[in-house]
Nanobody, 128 residues
Framework: QVQLVESGGGLVQAGDSLRLSCAAS????????MGWFRQAPGKEREFVAA????????YSADSVKGRFTISRDGAKNTLYLQMNSLKPEDTAVYYC?????????????????????WGQGTQVTVSS
């Protein structure tokens, strides 16, 4: 069974940086796609970024391009989200997700329904 455990959230000020981690276990993830999503209070879940584990190809939401970077460390089975120049509107619970399905189009990975496994989330709060 795939398990995903996020960490690294916290309270920061606008303009600060934060790196989230997602420790993955239970499978070999070479054929997996993994993503980061976020959900702010009272809002819908929002896609942040996705990565193909094998090869490291990435896809990001326009709202975070140039500020957030998704990456992975295969040796550690860990997914990362480096967040720079944080803004108060980035405040949310951040979730990592995984699927072994190859949808062949990146836009499918922006939909949370495309993922089979989810972590419990980590809170990120950005003060102004």
């Amino acid at each position: 069974q795939v398990q995903l455990v996020e960490s690294g959230g916290g309270l920061v000020q606008a303009g600060d940086s934060l790196r989230l981690s997602c420790a993955a276990s239970g499978r070999t993830f070479n054929s997996y796609y993994m993503g980061w999503f976020r959900q702010a209070p009272g809002k819908e879940r929002e896609f942040v970024a996705a990565i193909r584990w094998s090869g490291g190809n990435t896809y990001s939401a326009d709202s975070v391009k140039g500020r957030f970077t998704i990456s992975r460390d295969g040796a550690k089975n860990t997914l990362y989200l480096q967040m720079n120049s944080l803004k108060p509107e980035d405040t949310a619970v951040y979730y990592c997700a995984a699927t072994e399905i190859n949808y062949k189009r990146w836009d499918y990975y922006t939909d949370g329904a495309s993922y089979d496994y989810w972590g419990q989330g980590t809170q990120v709060t950005v003060s102004s």
